[in-house]
């Protein structure tokens, strides 16, 4: 069997969730005015035997692709910025997939865990790469207590966490209580993560029943602001929204800016975790 096959057996068994962002950074990485490349992905794709024509039929259309990449460029630039003031930080992706951020964004100080369930971090080892001396897999739920111990042993190092594309599938108490474990455990970091509105998370239900195709959402985010009665010390720095951005290829729907319900329906959040006090 040859790698291409091997390839696509492993990948026809995971998520879609976790295809649809890699087979969107492969086809804009390969425009000539790419708004974010990612050479990994071009190539994972293109050994892949996997029918991507289901992701393309029923979420491939020049928005939804340009509002993920806007998303995962918007990542990068945040880790990035933080890495300039914190050149040796640790940064901990939660949920890592099959995305190459180090890559991206390595500054050959930071210490990088990719963090996800075990078969995906097999995948990983098999296509994209093993761990180095700076860059190291964490194979675990993101709510196993486990792997905070093993990065913990970096403190009181800069600590920046990020969840991409994940907490929206967990219910609120699964997501309120890791981010208060993280608040406990790591005082004065930084989360960044994205989350779905009330309305988005109804609407991709919906699609998910109609057309078969994607993950099932639980938790929604109205306001940024929310988080900080989950604890005391979860300050929100700032947020995001690709559907406010002004790209040109997104304008098509510029008209949903003027629709708070439709533009503020994906969003990226940014909080730093005060000293923590019990409640």
């Known amino acids: 069997m040859n790698t291409s096959e091997k390839t696509g057996q492993v990948l026809s068994s995971v998520s879609e969730t976790l295809l649809l962002p890699l087979y969107f950074r492969a086809i804009e990485s390969q425009r000539p005015d790419a708004l974010i ?34 998303r995962n460029r918007e990542f990068d630039r945040i880790t990035s910025d933080f890495l300039i003031n914190h050149p040796k930080a640790v940064v901990v992706h939660l949920g890592c997939g099959l995305d190459a951020r180090f890559e991206r964004v390595d500054n050959s100080q930071v210490d990088w865990y990719d963090l996800d369930l075990p078969d995906i971090i097999d995948l990983r080892r098999k296509f994209i790469g ?40 967990f219910a609120e108490e699964q997501v309120k209580s890791l981010i208060l474990m993280l608040l406990k455990r790591f005082p004065e970091a930084e989360l960044v993560f994205d989350a779905f509105s009330p309305f988005f998370v109804w609407a991709n239900n919906r699609r998910v029943t109609r057309t078969g195709f994607g993950a099932t959402a639980h938790w929604a985010l109205k306001h940024g602001k929310e988080l900080k009665s989950w604890g005391d010390g979860i300050q929100l720095l700032s947020e995001w929204y690709s559907f406010l951005c002004p790209e040109p290829r997104l304008r098509s729907i510029r008209w949903a800016r003027h629709i708070s319900l439709l533009s503020k329906t994906m969003g990226i959040f940014h909080y730093r975790l005060g000293k923590y006090t019990a409640g």
Do not use: C, T
């Open 130 to 169: 093993e761990e180095m001396e700076r860059y190291h897999f964490l194979a675990s739920s993101i709510f196993e207590a486990g792997w905070m111990d093993i990065v913990a042993n970096h403190l009181p190092r800069p600590f920046l966490f990020l969840g991409e594309g994940i907490l929206m599938y």
């Open 37 to 70: 490349k990612d050479d990994i992905a071009v190539r994972l794709v293109s050994q892949a035997d996997f029918d991507f024509s289901r992701i393309k039929h029923a979420s491939h259309d020049e928005e939804s692709q340009v509002a993920v990449v806007l």
